[in-house]
C-alpha cells in the first residue's frame, strides 16, 4: 500500500526533507490527502493521470500547526 510506504518513509526522514511518490493504486489521491490532513506533513505537488498518480510531500514538525494538503 502506497500510504503505508509513505507514511514508514517519513519516519526516517527529518523535518522539511522532502519525497516524492508514485502509485498506480486509484485510492492513492484520496489515501494521501486525508494522510496530510490528520499528520500536518505538507502536500506541495499533486499530479494524477488515468494509470498513476505522483504526490511530493514535505515532512512538516508535529508541533508546528503548520503543513496542510494541497
Do not use: C, H, Y
Amino acid at each position: 500500500m502506497p500510504i503505508v510506504q509513505l507514511a514508514v518513509a517519513l519516519r526516517g526522514m527529518a523535518v522539511g526533507d522532502e519525497v516524492e511518490v508514485a502509485a498506480t493504486d486509484a485510492a492513492f489521491l484520496a489515501d494521501v490527502r486525508a494522510w496530510a490532513r490528520l499528520t500536518g506533513n505538507a502536500l506541495e505537488e499533486l499530479e494524477a493521470t488515468a494509470s498513476r498518480s505522483r504526490v511530493r510531500v514535505t515532512k512538516v514538525d508535529p508541533g508546528s500547526g503548520s503543513g496542510g494538503a494541497a
